[in-house]
C-alpha cells in the first residue's frame, strides 16, 4: 500500500466544477513533492459549505488503485 500526504484549500465555487462532474480528475502535490492524480468525485465526501480545507492522506494499492481519502489531522 502506498500513502500520500498534502495539504488541500478549496473554496466552494471552486468544488462546484469538481461537485458537477465538468472535471473528472484533481491533480496535488504532496508533501515529498510528487504529483499526484486521483479521481475528482473522491473529494466529494469532504465538501462542505465553506469548500475543502484540511489534510489528507490518499491510500493507493500497489498497481496505484484508489483505496481511500481520508482527512487527517
Given at each position: 500500500?502506498?500513502?500520500?500526504?498534502?495539504?488541500?484549500?478549496?473554496?466552494?465555487?471552486?468544488?462546484?466544477?469538481?461537485?458537477?462532474?465538468?472535471?473528472?480528475?484533481?491533480?496535488?502535490?504532496?508533501?515529498a513533492?510528487?504529483?499526484?492524480?486521483?479521481?475528482?468525485?473522491?473529494?466529494?465526501?469532504?465538501?462542505?459549505?465553506?469548500?475543502?480545507?484540511?489534510?489528507?492522506?490518499l491510500?493507493?494499492?500497489?498497481?496505484?488503485?484508489?483505496?481511500?481519502?481520508?482527512?487527517?489531522?
Amino acid at each position: 500500500m502506498k500513502e500520500f500526504y498534502f495539504t488541500l484549500s478549496m473554496s466552494y465555487s471552486q468544488c462546484l466544477a469538481y461537485y458537477k462532474g465538468r472535471i473528472s480528475a484533481v491533480q496535488v502535490i504532496d508533501d515529498a513533492g510528487r504529483k499526484i492524480r486521483f479521481p475528482a468525485n473522491k473529494l466529494l465526501p469532504h465538501m462542505s459549505q465553506i469548500g475543502i480545507r484540511g489534510r489528507f492522506r490518499l491510500l493507493l494499492d500497489a498497481n496505484n488503485k484508489f483505496i481511500r481519502l481520508e482527512r487527517v489531522h
